[in-house]
């Protein structure tokens, strides 16, 4: 039985460890044991605002799927709220079960009960598949998007 919850502490390992999963995670996050500390006090900070919610899929007592929703008010569309989604992941050997397409259907549903007349999210041009997944749940590459690394 799959559950959705917020997600613990506790969690964290897992959750880093599918971040991390693919062959861009694999270059920018650390699952070695222990955790470093930014994803603790990250986790902490997302954990106490009350415009974030990171998300897990827990089956039979194991973390199978995650994202993190964020509600960000606007000026514009009449001044609504837009619901952010990001870091969707599902464990690899939960991938091609229809859990991903419960994950996003869960999230959207969670953004109209909160008023959200809007959600969006980005993914990675490399991630070809996961661009496809989104299309196929109607979403609509509307915009163009930018990245300014800092580091």
């Not at 599918?18 to 500390?37: T, V």
């Not at 995650?66 to 690899?92: A, D, N």
């Not at 229809?98 to 041009?125: E, F, H, Y």
Request: hydrophobic share 40%.
């Amino acid at each position: 039985m799959k559950v959705f919850r917020q997600a613990i502490e506790q969690d964290l390992p897992a959750l880093i460890q599918m971040l991390s999963n693919d062959q861009l995670g694999d270059q920018r996050e650390d699952y070695s044991l222990p955790l470093h500390k930014n994803y603790i006090r990250a986790f902490q900070q997302i954990n106490n605002d009350p415009n974030n919610e990171l998300i897990v899929v827990e089956n039979d007592n194991q973390i199978v799927g995650m994202l993190q929703l964020t509600f960000i008010p606007y000026l514009t569309h009449l001044g609504s709220w837009r619901c952010l989604i990001e870091g969707v992941r599902v464990h690899k050997d939960f991938r091609g079960r229809g859990l991903g397409t419960r994950l996003l259907v869960w999230a959207i549903q969670t953004a109209k009960d909160k008023g959200c007349p809007m959600v969006q999210l980005t993914s990675n041009k490399q991630r070809t598949k996961a661009i496809h997944f989104y299309q196929q749940l109607g979403f609509v590459a509307s915009h163009e998007g930018f990245k300014l690394n800092l580091q």
